[in-house]
């Protein structure tokens, strides 16, 4: 499915690795210009030689000073992906001021502060845009020695939900994806012990985590609703279901909001995450439990 993307202009965090560096070159490969910040300058080395023409940025998304001088003068962007986290594990007795600074700087504040800086430039422009928040399984579910990650998901879905409300009449569509456990080398270092990853993959059907992947340029994810209705949604990566707030007629593309303004929080747990069928009542139970990005 063609979804428009050459020509647009995306920015991707947390793109020398993982799921960031796979989204620049599926974003890349379907002829967008893309944005591409990291904190590694030898990972956007390497990504400018994969994909010419990406426009890398160097710089610590935890320093917000530093952030605004490197990103406050970024140009009209189109699609923001919000990727960049930082995952550390500590048993909650033993959480530090250093992970828990670190971790909401980098997880959640810096999300705020570059979905700012591209808010505003959509809205000086008076132009239609899409934010996509990279979020975890783990906003959802608690983990052994995740208390600080699991916060910052959970406060990360809660953010994407606000900013879908109050974005939404400018014509911004917001929205989440929570991936379960995907074996980039965050989540290698995370679950690649044996007994700790064989709780986890006794719950995922396939037996398996998901590996590094580029998103088809025909995922709707890329671009937050391909449809245009669709906002402040969260989709938990196959196999599992997934939660959506249902738009009203019209949708961010007609500019009305999505939801009532009554009733911001209107979802429906009942649609499963294989082409949105509506699922029987007794088999609306909660989704499954299922472990960290």
Not at 60 to 71: C, F, N, P, S, V
Not at 197 to 220: V, Y
Request: one cysteine or more.
């Amino acid at each position: 499915m063609e979804l428009g993307l050459a020509g647009r202009r995306a920015l991707v965090t947390g793109a020398g690795k993982g799921i960031g560096r796979s989204t620049v070159q599926a974003l890349h490969a379907a002829g967008a210009q893309v944005v591409a910040v990291s904190r590694t300058q030898a990972d956007l080395d390497s990504l400018v030689r994969e994909c010419p023409g990406v426009e890398p940025v160097c710089v610590d998304l935890g320093d917000w000073e530093a952030t605004e001088r490197a990103l406050g003068g970024v140009g009209p962007v189109d699609l923001l992906v919000n990727n960049a986290a930082v995952a550390l594990m500590q048993p909650f007795l033993e959480v530090t001021k250093e992970a828990c600074d670190r971790s909401f700087e980098v997880n959640l504040r810096a999300v705020i502060q570059v979905s700012q800086i591209v808010a505003r430039g959509l809205i000086a422009r008076g132009a239609p845009g899409s934010i996509v928040n990279v979020s975890s399984q783990a906003s959802q579910r608690a983990l052994p020695n995740h208390s600080v990650y699991c916060s910052t998901k959970g406060a990360l879905d809660m953010l994407t939900k606000m900013m879908a409300l109050e974005l939404g009449p400018h014509k911004i569509r917001v929205n989440a994806v929570n991936p379960t456990v995907v074996m980039t080398p965050m989540g290698r270092a995370n679950w690649s012990n044996p007994p700790k990853a064989k709780a986890m993959l006794d719950r995922i059907p396939l037996g398996r985590f998901a590996g590094e992947f580029g998103p088809e340029p025909s995922g709707d994810w890329l671009q937050g609703s391909a449809g245009g209705g669709g906002v402040g949604w969260g989709g938990r990566q196959p196999p599992h279901r997934t939660w959506t707030a249902p738009p009203r007629r019209g949708g961010a593309r007609g500019g009305r909001h999505p939801f009532p303004a009554e009733r911001p929080e209107q979802h429906d747990h009942r649609l499963h995450s294989a082409g949105g069928r509506r699922l029987p009542g007794h088999l609306s139970a909660r989704p499954t439990p299922t472990p960290t990005q």
